[in-house]
């Protein structure tokens, strides 16, 4: 794992960038946490002390990386040279994408500097409105189970679109683990759907939620959703992700009582050419 003192590092300067431009980085700091302290997936760049920050996020045979600059030492080339850092780890990828917040002029400074282009958005949702309605009976969530990992891999493959490999090793280096917790959902005693609470000290963030295409339409998600929400602490926030192409699950998540509140810009990479 990481040191204190490097996830400190960084926690600071996201607070700094954060503050200065005004909009969340997605820095998936609870992957970061977890992660064994010879990963080569962290680059650090230092004047004193932390300037520059890239990480790499592994999903199978496909890598995210995002990062941050401090303000005061933009225009200096610290990000890049930190993306050079990085090549030997992910030159061996399927797929590179590169995310940030949708208004940051320098990520797309950035991009234009690099063989990449526009993949898709992302929005953050949040709950503000938290309905009152009952969920359907019939449906449970069950902590997942290592039994329960075919499954898991075919949902991601119908609804996600991943390969059988990918969905395969996404999920054995993502089974429960601290502060998240994979569920089943269980719809008149069948096993039909998945989704992961991240649990954080002010925060509850949904991830990977997929109901099997033969049970959608039955207000089955909605349902799930309802009960997510009703059963968080009310001190919690309630947080999720979804592409802004979407218009099926925007319309669900807004149904529910979740607005948009944030913006992220994906592009990916022509690693041929890197």
């Known amino acids: 794992?990481?040191?204190?003192?490097?996830?400190?590092?960084?926690?600071?300067?996201?607070?700094?960038?954060?503050?200065?431009?005004?909009?969340?980085?997605?820095?998936?700091?609870?992957?970061?946490?977890?992660?064994?302290?010879d990963n080569k997936l962290d680059y650090?760049?230092?004047?004193?002390?932390?300037?520059?920050?890239?990480?790499?996020?592994?999903?199978?045979?496909?890598?995210?990386?995002?990062?941050m600059v401090h303000?005061?030492?933009?225009?200096?080339?610290?990000?890049?040279?930190?993306?050079?850092?990085?090549?030997?780890?992910f030159l061996d990828a399927e797929e590179?994408?590169?995310n940030f917040p949708a208004a940051s002029d320098s990520g797309k400074a950035f991009t234009e500097s690099q063989p990449?282009?526009?993949?898709?958005?992302?929005?953050?949702?949040?709950?503000?409105?938290?309905?009152?309605?009952?969920?359907?009976e019939k449906i449970l969530l069950l902590e997942a189970k290592n039994d329960d990992l075919s499954?898991?891999?075919?949902?991601?493959?119908l609804c996600f679109n991943l390969s059988e490999e990918d969905a395969y090793l996404m999920n054995q280096e993502r089974m429960n683990t601290?502060?998240?917790?994979?569920?089943?959902?269980?719809y008149e005693d069948k096993k039909i759907g998945k989704v992961r609470l991240q649990r954080l000290s002010t925060e509850t963030w949904i991830y990977g939620f997929?109901?099997?295409?033969?049970?959608?339409?039955?207000?089955?998600?909605?349902?799930?959703?309802?009960?997510?929400a009703n059963s968080e602490g009310q001190d919690k926030s309630i947080h999720l992700e979804v592409e802004a192409n979407n218009e099926h699950a925007l319309r669900l998540y807004k149904d529910v009582g979740f607005e948009i509140v944030g913006e992220q810009a994906y592009y990916t990479f022509d690693l041929k050419t890197l």
């Not at 890239?54 to 496909?62: A, E, P, S, T, V």
């Open 1 to 37: 794992m990481l040191t204190n003192r490097k996830m400190n590092e960084i926690i600071a300067l996201k607070e700094i960038c954060e503050g200065k431009d005004g909009y969340n980085l997605k820095l998936n700091l609870e992957m970061v946490s977890s992660r064994k302290s």
């Open 44 to 67: 650090f760049a230092y004047e004193e002390e932390l300037v520059g920050y890239l990480g790499l996020y592994r999903f199978g045979k496909k890598f995210e990386l995002c990062g």
């Open 71 to 89: 303000p005061n030492h933009r225009k200096k080339g610290i990000f890049t040279r930190l993306f050079n850092q990085a090549r030997q780890t």
């Open 96 to 98: 590179l994408l590169f």
């Open 116 to 136: 990449c282009q526009y993949a898709f958005t992302e929005f953050e949702m949040k709950c503000t409105q938290r309905t009152r309605s009952q969920p359907k």
């Open 151 to 157: 499954l898991i891999q075919k949902l991601d493959v």
């Open 178 to 186: 601290p502060e998240n917790t994979l569920y089943t959902i269980c």
């Open 210 to 228: 997929a109901i099997h295409p033969e049970y959608q339409g039955k207000g089955i998600g909605r349902s799930v959703l309802t009960h997510i």
